[in-house]
T-cell receptor, first 112, second 116 residues
Framework: GIQVEQSPPDLILQEGANSTLRCNFS?????LQWFHQNPWGQLINLFY???GTKQNGRLSATTVATERYSLLYISSSQTTDSGVYFC??????????????FGKGTKLTVNP | EPEVTQTPSHQVTQMGQEVILRCVPI?????FYWYRQILGQKVEFLVS????????KSEIFDDQFSVERPDGSNFTLKIRSTKLEDSAMYFC??????????????FGNGTRLTVT
């Protein structure tokens, strides 16, 4: 099956620093989403980004589908950015339906 | 903004007991899903549901699991006889059309199931 690899697995930043999280996937996908899992376990939609670049405040994401990777940029990080960031790709199953395949995540800790 | 609502937020049960996890998807959504996350691990697909039937299920979704849409708003996951290894966060999700067709998947806040 498809492999979704995220790097780095762990990242520690000082408040105000910038960072780039990477997601590589091993096969063609229909779509890609980035999620933030906060300390309470909630999965928050960040981006729905099959290709191209999107920005939302201090966050932006770029997906290059032809090269099978996506990047999530966090600028001027804040302590509230702490948590786990997941990349998830949409694949079509053998039965013809869809499912998301998640990476293992990048655990981000932003220190004051 | 409409949300996917899950109840309860936390459930503790004894091994062998039946549990029902409840979800209210976003009202105009047509595709419904359950995902599971064992503590510290990645989120895994369990089952997808469309047009009142299961469209796909993973190998995790064995005979102990079932899903139901008993009315026009609720979507439930039942575990008939819980095992210790069923302890996990269970997420319900929904989308208006297929994610490949242009719709993101919206997740609920999860139900943390603890089997003792």
């Amino acid at each position: 099956g498809i492999q979704v690899e995220q790097s780095p697995p762990d990242l520690i930043l000082q408040e105000g620093a910038n960072s780039t999280l990477r997601c590589n996937f091993s096969d063609s996908v229909n779509n890609l989403q980035w999620f933030h899992q906060n300390p309470w376990g909630q999965l928050i939609n960040l981006f729905y980004i099959p290709s191209g670049t999107k920005q939302n405040g201090r966050l932006s994401a770029t997906t290059v589908a032809t090269e099978r990777y996506s990047l999530l940029y966090i600028s001027s990080s804040q302590t509230t950015d702490s948590g786990v960031y997941f990349c998830a790709v949409t694949i079509i199953t053998q039965g013809g339906s869809e499912k998301l395949v998640f990476g293992k995540g990048t655990k981000l800790t932003v220190n004051p | 903004e409409p949300e996917v609502t899950q109840t309860p937020s936390h459930q503790v049960t004894q091994m062998g007991q039946e549990v029902i996890l409840r979800c209210v998807p976003i009202s105009n959504h047509l595709y419904f899903y359950w995902y599971r996350q064992i503590l510290g691990q990645k989120v895994e697909f369990l089952v997808s549901f469309y047009n009142n039937e299961i469209s796909e299920k993973s190998e995790i979704f064995d005979d102990q699991f079932s899903v139901e849409r008993p009315d026009g708003s609720n979507f439930t996951l039942k575990i008939r006889s819980t095992k210790l290894e069923d302890s996990a966060m269970y997420f319900c999700a929904s989308s208006s059309i297929t994610t490949g067709g242009g719709s993101p998947l919206h997740f609920g806040n999860g139900t943390r199931l603890t089997v003792t």
